[in-house]
């Protein structure tokens, strides 16, 4: 369970240890993804790889609403009653989240199988070859995965919980491989269904190891437990619009420019994703911790947690950023051809954005673990007003290069006032 940072030399050495094997686990999950990518456009060209893409990256989006922050509620309350002590306390609040998620994500994925239905007999295209509608179970059974590494992270398991987050794209990477092996067409569909399977196994996977270590804790009453409406609403509400704020600057590089800029900007942004990667994984390792460590009256440890992680994720993060500013082009053009030589700027923009977040240092989990999560929202809705206004000001007169200095422009108001909010809450005297 999560306790008090080491003393000594451990205080230095044990945090960089860990955080060097979850960052080895999240970039063996960025290259099966990768694999998968690959092995769908291969196989099945832009049409698959598109609509795979499309069902499953809006089965996660949709699935976010299922949860109203109870994953995140759950491992603050998990991960504060167990340094407390409380066990009990621990498991009981973890059964009430689980319990209070259940009826709304079977809503949530009706409705959502309701609206696919009428867009398919509306004619919408990407419909009609059955990936949304097949990334029905997907929606259901993300919801139920958010939550369980919600938990796993608030019994102190980070490690774990990395290695479980994106891991069913490492089985259906070999489906996918065999079936071509033997001969087999891959589709939309099918994978959508694939990957749906590989997410409950593994989801089932997940709670049978928190059923494991918990069976024996017993029960109390929760009449402290945080409500999910005012408290969990603000954080499901932050985590959508960040999800959100990747998708919408794609769809305007499209709606906005031309096929080819939007190529440009997937290619900018595919390269640049691995240092948001890392940022939420540092904010996801974090957040156990600081929970006890704020529920237990010491922000000064949570200051000592962060300065450490801080300094971590620059060390792995500024070695590669340092090439992508100064060279963009040969790096670009290495990768995905000279074609792609002219996203340069639009790279240059995306990597400085992460970078400013990375030095800012996880300041997100530090607000979410204080229950201060409504503080940020109006920051939140500020800023994605602030991304649309700027692209449509700057690519009229910059081109495609506009839309990655929205995207950096409304980013950098969120990461500074989430700063500064972070600051307070650590700031505050033990």
């Given at each position: 369970?999560?306790?008090?940072?080491?003393?000594?030399?451990?205080?230095?050495?044990?945090?960089?240890?860990?955080?060097?094997?979850?960052?080895?686990?999240?970039?063996?999950?960025?290259?099966?993804?990768?694999?998968?990518?690959?092995?769908?456009?291969?196989?099945?060209?832009?049409?698959?790889?598109?609509?795979?893409?499309?069902?499953?990256?809006?089965?996660?989006?949709?699935?976010?609403?299922?949860?109203?922050?109870?994953?995140?509620?759950?491992?603050?309350?998990?991960?504060?009653?167990?340094?407390?002590?409380?066990?009990?306390?621990?498991?009981?609040?973890?059964?009430?989240?689980?319990?209070?998620?259940?009826?709304?994500?079977?809503?949530?994925?009706?409705?959502?199988?309701?609206?696919?239905?009428?867009?398919?007999?509306?004619?919408?295209?990407?419909?009609?070859?059955?990936?949304?509608?097949?990334?029905?179970?997907f929606v259901a059974a993300n919801a139920f995965y958010l939550m369980g590494l919600g938990i796993v992270r608030g019994l102190g398991n980070a490690v774990r919980a990395q290695v479980f987050d994106g891991l069913f794209t490492v089985p259906l990477a070999l489906a996918l491989g065999l079936l071509l092996l033997n001969g087999g067409r891959i589709e939309a569909q099918t994978s959508v269904l694939a990957a749906t399977a590989c997410l409950i196994a593994l989801m089932a996977l997940l709670f049978?190891?928190?059923?494991?270590?918990?069976?024996?804790?017993?029960?109390?009453?929760?009449?402290?437990?945080?409500?999910?409406?005012?408290?969990?609403?603000?954080?499901?509400?932050?985590?959508?619009?960040?999800?959100?704020?990747?998708?919408?600057?794609?769809?305007?590089?499209?709606?906005?420019?031309?096929?080819?800029?939007?190529?440009?900007?997937?290619?900018?942004?595919?390269?640049?994703?691995?240092?948001?990667?890392?940022?939420?994984?540092?904010?996801?390792?974090?957040?156990?911790?600081?929970?006890?460590?704020?529920?237990?009256?010491?922000?000064?440890?949570?200051?000592?947690?962060?300065?450490?992680?801080?300094?971590?994720?620059?060390?792995?993060?500024?070695?590669?950023?340092?090439?992508?500013?100064?060279?963009?082009?040969?790096?670009?053009?290495?990768?995905?051809?000279?074609?792609?030589?002219?996203?340069?700027?639009?790279?240059?923009?995306?990597?400085?954005?992460?970078?400013?977040?990375?030095?800012?240092?996880?300041?997100?989990?530090?607000?979410?673990?204080?229950?201060?999560?409504?503080?940020?929202?109006?920051?939140?809705?500020?800023?994605?007003?602030?991304?649309?206004?700027?692209?449509?000001?700057?690519?009229?007169?910059?081109?495609?290069?506009?839309?990655?200095?929205?995207?950096?422009?409304?980013?950098?108001?969120?990461?500074?006032?989430?700063?500064?909010?972070?600051?307070?809450?650590?700031?505050?005297?033990?």
């Open positions: 369970m999560p306790d008090a940072p080491p003393s000594g030399w451990r205080a230095n050495i044990a945090p960089l240890l860990r955080y060097a094997s979850v960052m080895g686990i999240k970039a063996g999950n960025i290259a099966t993804g990768l694999i998968v990518t690959l092995l769908l456009a291969r196989a099945g060209g832009p049409e698959v790889l598109g609509s795979y893409a499309m069902a499953i990256q809006t089965a996660q989006l949709v699935s976010i609403l299922a949860v109203v922050g109870c994953d995140q509620l759950a491992l603050r309350e998990v991960a504060a009653h167990l340094r407390l002590g409380d066990k009990a306390a621990a498991a009981s609040h973890m059964r009430h989240y689980l319990k209070f998620v259940t009826p709304l994500a079977a809503l949530v994925t009706g409705l959502y199988a309701g609206g696919i239905w009428l867009l398919l007999n509306a004619g919408f295209a990407p419909a009609q070859q059955g990936a949304l509608l097949a990334a029905t179970g049978v190891l928190v059923w494991r270590q918990t069976r024996h804790w017993g029960a109390s009453a929760v009449p402290d437990a945080p409500s999910p409406w005012r408290d969990g609403a603000p954080m499901m509400l932050i985590s959508f619009l960040m999800f959100f704020g990747q998708w919408l600057p794609q769809f305007l590089a499209g709606a906005l420019g031309s096929a080819g800029d939007a190529g440009a900007f997937r290619a900018a942004w595919q390269v640049a994703m691995p240092f948001a990667v890392i940022y939420s994984t540092v904010a996801t390792m974090i957040s156990a911790p600081v929970s006890g460590d704020l529920r237990q009256g010491r922000p000064d440890l949570a200051h000592r947690r962060l300065r450490r992680y801080r300094y971590a994720a620059l060390a792995s993060t500024l070695p590669v950023a340092v090439p992508l500013l100064i060279w963009p082009e040969p790096v670009l053009a290495l990768l995905f051809g000279p074609a792609f030589a002219g996203a340069a700027p639009l790279l240059q923009w995306l990597v400085a954005a992460n970078m400013l977040a990375i030095l800012a240092g996880p300041s997100g989990a530090i607000i979410t673990m204080a229950g201060r999560s409504r503080e940020t929202m109006p920051w939140m809705l500020a800023g994605a007003a602030l991304m649309v206004a700027l692209a449509f000001a700057l690519v009229p007169m910059l081109g495609i290069a506009g839309l990655a200095m929205a995207y950096a422009g409304g980013y950098a108001l969120r990461t500074v006032q989430a700063w500064w909010l972070a600051r307070r809450i650590l700031l505050a005297k033990p």
